[in-house]
Nanobody, 117 residues
Framework: QVQLVESGGGLVQAGGSLRLSCVAS????????MGWYRQAPGKQRELVAV???????NYGDSVKGRFTISRDNAKNTVYLQMNSLKPEDTAVYYC???????????WGQGTQVTVSS
């Protein structure tokens, strides 16, 4: 069974930084589009950033210039470096692995990020 395990969330003051990690198991990692999404209370889940197997990236407008997504295919791991954090970044952050093929879309359990003002 595919597993995505996130870590690195926590409480940080505004302007601070956090680094999230997501380790994937039981998938051919390098063919998957890996992404981070977030969901704040009362809001829909939204895209934070995605990275292709080859390293091409795309970001949500609200995090451009502050967050950086990267991956290490040898370690089956995707990272999200979050800098200049704002209170509005507070949310549960979810790791996602997808190929676009029906049935090949997986989610982690989520990790809480809380940014205090």
């Amino acid at each position: 069974q595919v597993q995505l395990v996130e870590s690195g969330g926590g409480l940080v003051q505004a302007g601070g930084s956090l680094r999230l990690s997501c380790v994937a198991s039981r998938i051919t990692f390098n063919i998957y589009l890996m992404g981070w999404y977030r969901q704040a209370p009362g809001k829909q889940r939204e895209l934070v950033a995605v990275v292709t197997g080859g390293g091409s990236t795309n970001y949500g407008d609200s995090v451009k210039g502050r967050f950086t997504i990267s991956r290490d295919n040898a370690k089956n791991t995707v990272y999200l470096q979050m800098n200049s954090l704002k209170p509005e970044d507070t949310a549960v952050y979810y790791c996602n692995a997808a190929t676009g093929v029906i049935g090949s879309n997986y989610w982690g359990q989520g990790t809480q990020v809380t940014v205090s003002s």
